[in-house]
Every structure is written in structure tokens, then in C-alpha cells.
């Protein structure tokens, strides 16, 4: 078949899914592309400037995890003092990367050729579109925790970065306690909670995810959301708390709050007030009185329940013993270039695993990642940041995808020059 014969078959087909998928034909715009590519580059731009102010998890969930986000033009650029009360609507990584997902995937059937000569740039682009979808399902259901083990414990359980909880919990049996926990979604949504589990309800007056809190004068009213309280704490602390904005900065300390009544068949039981500590409930640290939000007494009927409001937790059908930790410092400095953890995975009724968890070097385990995230060897704990992501072999299969039409594209021409070189020679 002659090349002008194979033009014309070409364009044809081009013809025929044109009229096919007439709806196709807009999306798989080249210009588009490069619309929402250079969009792209400005919502990097923006998000990297934002990091400054808000942190990197801040500039993450407010541009790369949104459809869109307002921003504003920072005050100490040029014009910054008339233009900062402006804000400005800049398209978020959801909409850019899904409008990019249908770009690439409209002209990837409305456009390419499925012939020997286009195969490798079929599979590039196949590749990038799976490495686009890949990451849109990585910020969707990605979970990010953090799992913290003392020398010689261990732990089964893990804690979101960001999220809490209020566990209710019955101590009455001293070898078996009876947990209750009510989501950071039934907290926000407020109205009375109840469970069968909970002899009692608990009817929501106010819920943060952040908050300043200070011990007013034992004379002094407390005022806003913790006036109303009577029970426990907050009320013998004399506790005052403002609501603010969750600071998602990598320095940030969010101290949740809830203000809440329990009642019973009976009647009132109280109003409490309850704070979520960001280090795990150590609250001897921040004043002797407020040492007992970590566990909130109440007796009822015969027994002994506590509450406490803490950072959702995930409990894991195997725990992690810590044995031992150890740092390496850079000589003559006190700059850490390595931490390691040797930890033990005990499985019930399954034969221990040993690893050690270093930088650079997780541990993978039934789905989860435990990358070395902290280490204190003076108190001898360490801390996991816990990452679990079903795509993490997304963006691999795609690398190799695109490289396989890269040498395959290379390849082919390399081969068609060298023969037309051959004849011509000949």
C-alpha cells in the first residue's frame, strides 16, 4: 500500500470516530491541553507560594485536593496593598487532573491510529493517563497516620494526623474495657448521638477542630462556647477556650475542643467540655489541672465509664513491639542523618516478623507503609508516619508503560532510518 493510500485510510478513520463520538471531538482539543497544562503550572506556582503561610499539607488540601481555591495576592508583592483584599478563584488539582484525564483519553481515541508506526505513542500517552488517574486515586482515598511505640512496648493501633474522635470508654472490669467512639463526622454533623452500647446520649453544643484555651481567674466568668459548662475539667480548671481555623502547617499544634451534654433516662448529667492534645493526651505537660483531660470520670449506675477526646484511631489486627532504637549523628554536629528502628510484627497465632525501619527504608505491611518519622532516644520512643494507599503500583506500571513507547518509538525509527540508509548506500 502506497503512503498516500495509507493517508487517506488514515484520515478516514479519523473520520468515521469523529462522526462516531461527535461529543468526543471538543475534549480532545490540542489547545485544550495546553490550557490545562499551563494551568497547571500556575496552581504549582500558587500552592508553592501558599506553603509559606499554611504548610505543605495546608497548600495540598486547599488547591490539590479541591476543584478549585481562592486565592490572594500576597500583600508584599508589588500593588500587594490594593490587590491582597481580592480574591481570586484558581482551578484545583481535582478539576485540572480530571479535565485532563478526559482530554487525553478523548484524543487517545478520537485521534491516534492504531497502526505499528503509532504504537509506542499510543502507549506514552496510555501511560500518562493511567499515572493522572492513579494520583487523582491516591489523594482520594489515601490515609495518612502515625503509630508511636515506647523501647519495650508495643502498639496495635495508629492515629490520623488529622481527625479526632471522643472514645467513651468502660473501666468498670479491670482486665477488659469497653470502648465507645463517636467520628469526627457525627461531631461536626452536631444533634444528639446515641449507641446501645452507651447508657447515656450525648448531645453536641459545639465542636472544633481548633481552638485556644487558656485558665481563667477562679472569680472570672468563662465566656463563648465553655460557659455553659458544669462537669468535670473544664469546670473545676475554670477552663475558657476561643475557636480558630485547624492550622494544617508542618509545625502546627490543632487542639480539637467539644462542648457536650449527657443525658439519661433521668434527665441532664451535665454539660463537659473535652480537648484532643495533639502529642496524644499529654496534658500534665501543658498544667497539673488539665491533666485529667486525658481520662474524664463519670459514674453511672454502678459503673465507672471515662471520656476523652483523641485523635481517631485504627486498630490493626497484629501489633509492632518496639526493641530497640538508634540514631547516627554527622560527625561533630548534632545533625541526625539516620534513625533506626528494630521492631518485632507479633500476628496472633502466626510466627513473629522482625524488621528494621530506617530512612529511606519502610516497612510494608497487609497494605500499610510505616516510614521512620520521628525518634526521641533520650525518652527511647519512636514514631511511624503510617501511609496506606491501594495505587501505590499506579505510577510504577505507568513509568514502565511510557518507557516501553518511548524505546518502542525510538526503536522504530531508529530502525526505519538505518534500513533507508542501507538502501541508499546499496
Not at 72 to 92: A, T
Not at 224 to 230: A, L, M, N, T
Not at 295 to 314: A, D, V, Y
Not at 378 to 404: E, G, H, K, M
Request: charged share 20%.
Amino acid at each position: 500500500m502506497s503512503t498516500e493510500s495509507k493517508t487517506k485510510k488514515g484520515q478516514s478513520t479519523l473520520a468515521k470516530r469523529k462522526a462516531l463520538f461527535p461529543w468526543l471531538v471538543p475534549l480532545a482539543s490540542l489547545r485544550l491541553t495546553l490550557t490545562l497544562l499551563s494551568l497547571s503550572m500556575v496552581l504549582i506556582f500558587i500552592a508553592t507560594l501558599e506553603q509559606v503561610e499554611i504548610g505543605i499539607r495546608g497548600a495540598q488540601a486547599k488547591y490539590f485536593e479541591s476543584l478549585f481555591g481562592i486565592w490572594h495576592y500576597p500583600i508584599q508583592f508589588w500593588g500587594g496593598e490594593y490587590l491582597n483584599s481580592i480574591p481570586i478563584p484558581i482551578p484545583g488539582g481535582w478539576l485540572l487532573g480530571g479535565l485532563l484525564i478526559m482530554n487525553l483519553t478523548a484524543a487517545y481515541l478520537i485521534r491516534f491510529q492504531w497502526t505499528m508506526k503509532k504504537f509506542g505513542i499510543q502507549l506514552i500517552h496510555l501511560g500518562i493517563i493511567m499515572l493522572l488517574g492513579g494520583q487523582l486515586v491516591t489523594q482520594a482515598i489515601q490515609e495518612e497516620s502515625r503509630m508511636q511505640i515506647n523501647k519495650g512496648e508495643s502498639s496495635n493501633y495508629i492515629e490520623r494526623f488529622h481527625g479526632v474522635e471522643l472514645a467513651l470508654i468502660d473501666v468498670t472490669d479491670p482486665k477488659q474495657e469497653t470502648v465507645v467512639s463517636i467520628p469526627q463526622e457525627l461531631l461536626e454533623e452536631g444533634g444528639s448521638i446515641s449507641s446501645e452500647d452507651l447508657p447515656f446520649r450525648v448531645s453536641v453544643k459545639s465542636f472544633g477542630s481548633n481552638c485556644d484555651f487558656n485558665l481563667v481567674g477562679s472569680k472570672d466568668k468563662r465566656v463563648g462556647v465553655s460557659k455553659e459548662v458544669d462537669q468535670g475539667v473544664g469546670f473545676s480548671a475554670n477552663l475558657s477556650i476561643k475557636p480558630k481555623s485547624e492550622d494544617y502547617s508542618s509545625e502546627a499544634m490543632n487542639f480539637g475542643y467539644l462542648v457536650f451534654e449527657l443525658t439519661d433516662a433521668t434527665g441532664s448529667l451535665g454539660t463537659w467540655l473535652t480537648l484532643s492534645h495533639p502529642a496524644g493526651n499529654h496534658w500534665w505537660k501543658e498544667s497539673p489541672k488539665l491533666a485529667g483531660l486525658a481520662f474524664q470520670p463519670i459514674r453511672h449506675k454502678g459503673k465507672l465509664w471515662g471520656l476523652t477526646l483523641r485523635s481517631k484511631r485504627e486498630y490493626l489486627p497484629y501489633s509492632i513491639e518496639l526493641l530497640g532504637i538508634e540514631n547516627e549523628f554527622y560527625q561533630g554536629t548534632e545533625t541526625p542523618f539516620n534513625f533506626e528502628s528494630d521492631v518485632l510484627i507479633n500476628m496472633d497465632g502466626n510466627e513473629g516478623r522482625r524488621a528494621l525501619v530506617y530512612m529511606n527504608t519502610p516497612l510494608r505491611h497487609e497494605g500499610k507503609t510505616f516510614y521512620q518519622y520521628q525518634m526521641n532516644k533520650a525518652a527511647d520512643y519512636t514514631v511511624f508516619q503510617v501511609i496506606r494507599n491501594p495505587s501505590w503500583l499506579v505510577p510504577y506500571i505507568s513509568c514502565i508503560v511510557v518507557s516501553i513507547g518511548l524505546l518502542w518509538q525510538f526503536g522504530f525509527h531508529l530502525v526505519r532510518f538505518l534500513r533507508k540508509n542501507s538502501l541508499q548506500k546499496a
